[in-house]
């Protein structure tokens, strides 16, 4: 099994910043992409952002040029800086883990967190 730890939600001002960090833990040694995704009350689960472990990086529409994500390998752990806050971003934010890499070993899987609530109100 593999866990996964977000931090760094919370209530900001309309052009404020966050920054949310997650980091996964357990039967892991690398992975091929760990990423963020959001989910509003009567919406459906949206990307926000997406790290692969080559360094590519992917945006959704919505948060391109305020949103940049990045990651630390080693500690299995990608950080998302949010800028420019908008009431729009409000919602749940997962973090998600996939392709995961233990021993010798691949699993095609996919991980999710508990989930962050941000919430942009003034």
């Known amino acids: 099994q593999v866990q996964l730890v977000e931090s760094g939600g919370g209530l900001v001002q309309p052009g404020g910043s966050l920054r949310l960090s997650c980091t996964a833990s357990?039967?892991?040694?690398?992975?091929?992409?760990m990423g963020w995704y959001r989910q509003a009350p009567g919406t459906e689960r949206e990307l926000v952002a997406h790290?692969?472990?080559?360094?590519?990086?992917v945006y959704g529409d919505s948060v391109k040029g305020r949103f940049t994500i990045s990651g630390d390998n080693a500690a299995k752990t990608v950080h998302l800086q949010m800028n420019n806050l908008k009431p729009e971003d409000t919602a749940v934010y997962l973090c998600s883990v996939n392709g995961i890499w233990y021993g010798d070993s691949f699993f095609n899987t996919r991980y999710w967190g508990q989930g962050t609530q941000v919430t942009v109100s003034s």
């Open positions: 357990g039967s892991i040694d690398s992975f091929n992409g």
């Open positions: 790290y692969t472990r080559v360094g590519t990086t």
